[in-house]
């Protein structure tokens, strides 16, 4: 029963948010997200993203699960392939993060630098 709860929870934060899936902040990494299984308890996919007729099959069941897309990267999954194209997402999501936080802290630094040159330096 709980773990119906926290699908359906997680499923009504997806709507809210307009049933998009954005890596773009290590917040929304970190997002409960709702998991279709298979019978043997193995992930198939997103909530968002699996076939509708498996999606209805799975609703009915106890054949959902919330993780966040780490723990999903951590599950085992029934398709290697779907794995490996999660995998790949998440990884181009982390980069994408990391290459954001450098470009931020090198226009810091360049803004620093700019304002030491015009005697502006507050230190």
Known sequence: MKRHEAALSAL??????????????????????????????LLIGHVLTVPDDVLMEAAGTDRLDVLT?????????????ARKAWRAAYIDALRALARDQER??????????????????DE
Do not use: K, Y
């Open 12 to 41: 009504a934060r997806i709507m809210i948010r307009g049933r998009a899936f954005v890596l773009d902040t290590i917040a929304a990494l970190g997002l409960d997200h709702v998991w279709v299984c298979d019978a043997d308890g």
């Open 69 to 81: 897309l780490d723990g999903a990267m951590r599950s085992a999954w029934a398709d290697g392939a």
């Open 104 to 121: 931020m802290e090198q226009s810091e630094d360049d803004r620093l630098l700019l304002r030491r040159a015009a005697g502006l330096d």
